[in-house]
């Protein structure tokens, strides 16, 4: 697995009609809120140019790409945070995720009622990150409650834990998330221990029509505006142009998608915004008959990169013999890149590259 994400919104922004379209799973798309009671999950192949082209030199028996798992959470509304709508239950799915793409309505369609109104990106984004906000406050408030208890009898971890909170708390208290705020070393442990939903980073997805898919339009300049404020990234998709993308054979995809002037589909432009929003890297294998592509995040030492193939990887790891790509292309094989010295052994501390090909030596 490479990285999961939880898709939310309010209903009707057209979570399930992208779900659908990224995943092909058929999760069921109406127009009512709170069609997605249980959330779907969809795994995807992270489309890789490079995986390929080491595939087509080396020839190996056993191909496998780099996946996301998409999970298509049910519609939040106001009150979400004290069970309103289908209340905390989804606020717990998001917990589990490493990041959240937010989608947000901007397309107006007199056909597909919006549960607040007119269409406005602003008001449905503060709606929805207020709801996170709200419940990582209660959140907080319970364990403020409880670390105080053990604070005031002497225990220094308590102390530091409680310190922590009550910062998180103060900024929460005037509307910053807390991915916004600078975290310590030290405060890493305990700031994990609280899985806070305002901690995850977040992809605005703006959902639009055909028409205005090439442009900026009113709607999407301001999700720009309110993604640049809070650090996020954005990505212009069209849900229905997507689900007829999916329905294609792979091999008419890309004249479907020049035909229309885009250069990529929005299920590869969701995937490069998530690996830039959580700066995410590929490296890649050769075990045994299988060629293999594995996501880490940047700067992931080698032995921690080796345990994502095998935990007795990570703990009898000797070094790593790393090629990277751009010397494999340039070398042709692998035997030849080995011959002109491009193959590199590196120890405990190196920090893993993207495009790295690493043969891990282990004693078990």
Known sequence: MGFNCGIIGLPNVGKSTLFNALTCAGAEVANYPFCTIDPNAGIVRVPDERLE???SVVKPPKVTPTTIEFIDIAGLVRGASKGEGLGN????HIRQVDAIVHIVRCFDNPDIAHIYGPVDPVRDIEIVNMELILADLDTLARRI????KVARAGD??????????????DALKRGIPARNLDVQEDEQEILAEAHLLTSKKVLYVANVSEKVLKEDG???AKVRETAAKD???VAVICGDLEMEIAKLDPEERQDFLEDLGLKESGLQQIIREGYALLDLITFYT???PELRAWTI???TRAPQAAGRIHTDMEKGFIRAEILHYDDFLEAGTVAAAREKGLLHFQGKDYAMMDGDIAYFRFSV
């Open 297 to 299: 995040r940047r700067g």
């Open 145 to 148: 409650a409880r670390t105080d």
């Open 156 to 169: 220094k971890a308590a102390r530091k834990a409680l310190e922590v909170y009550r910062r998180y708390e």
């Open 231 to 233: 650090g996020s990234r």
């Open 286 to 288: 050769t075990v045994g």
């Open 218 to 220: 009113a709607y999407i």
């Open 53 to 55: 082209r080491i595939a």
């Open 89 to 92: 239950q989804f606020l717990g």
